[in-house]
């Protein structure tokens, strides 16, 4: 199988399967527990920050590229997907009843990061085709948001391992798939609850992660252009993902479930990020 292929099929299977599977048990029990989705989402938040910062960033640096190069692509990264979401935020948020000056200036919940809440909303108020059909067109945005750049992260340590599919690609790949499961839950449920029968839903739920295999062809492809080029695809895909860990995950895992066992849990992924990398 030749690297495009093998890449493809990986992503494929952390982005496509892990929504879809996240799709599935969101079917057959129409429910999530916010404190098993907090600590998986918190400890998968931990083992990324430890492969961005022990091994991407690591390896951006070691391109030969100049460090202010690669602060810059990380800072570009981190800029992008933050400006984004706040467009979809602005978007979104004053027609979402819930999102007023009381709440937190971050989403508290997985329905409202992927902006299923305001799919809901349009939907409970029988709103027009076009109305239904934006506001599902700004849920794919937000998935995406986070697919792609996650797709990123393992095109481009591919890349950086000369087409092998090394330690650093494969967790997170692993990861990512892990991840996307309470994801795909909270894309499921929703649109059940809304009157889709279940087997439609789990199916765009899990066309839903393509994206990432989206993301992972553009890190390798940045990545194989040369140093230059892989300097920014590992320092683009570092910055974006340590905006989704510090900007979303860890402040939405700790308010989704009020106590100190995200903070363990993210702890502890990072120690076996670490064990991963440099065992």
């Known amino acids: 199988m030749g690297v495009i292929e093998t890449l493809i099929l990986t992503t494929s299977i952390a982005g496509v399967v892990g929504t879809g599977l996240g799709g599935l048990i969101g079917a057959l029990l129409q ?39 690669v602060i810059a692509s990380i800072a570009i990264g981190v800029a992008v997907i933050y400006f984004l979401n706040w467009l979809i935020d602005q978007r979104t948020n004053p027609e979402v009843p819930h999102i007023d000056e009381n709440h937190p200036q971050t989403h508290d919940d997985l329905d409202e990061l992927i902006h299923a809440d305001h799919f809901r909303e349009h939907y409970n108020h029988r709103d027009s085709r076009l109305a239904l059909f934006v ?24 890349a950086s391992d000369n087409g092998v599919m090394g330690k650093a690609a494969l967790t997170l790949a692993i990861l990512i ?96 990020g670490m064990l991963i990398i440099f065992g």
């Open 31 to 69: 429910k999530d527990s916010n404190r098993t989705v907090s600590l998986l989402l918190s400890f998968a938040g931990g083992v990324m920050l430890a492969v961005v910062c022990f091994d991407l960033a690591v390896e951006a640096v070691g391109t030969g590229v100049s460090i202010y190069t």
């Open 135 to 158: 506001a599902g067109l700004v849920m794919a945005c937000a998935i995406a948001l986070h697919n792609v750049p996650e797709g990123m992260t393992i095109g481009a340590s591919y």
């Open 177 to 272: 798939g892990l991840h996307n499961i309470p994801e795909g839950m909270a894309v499921s449920v929703p649109l059940i609850s809304g009157g889709m029968t279940k087997w439609k839903a789990v199916c765009i739920t899990a066309a839903s992660g393509f994206p990432t295999v989206v993301g992972a062809l553009l890190g390798y492809w940045l990545g194989e252009i040369g140093p230059l080029g892989l300097c920014l695809s590992l320092g683009f895909a570092s910055g974006a993902m340590l905006y989704v860990v510090f900007g979303e995950i860890l402040p939405q895992a700790i308010l989704m479930y009020h106590s100190k066992l995200p903070a363990f849990s993210a702890i502890a992924g990072i120690l076996v």
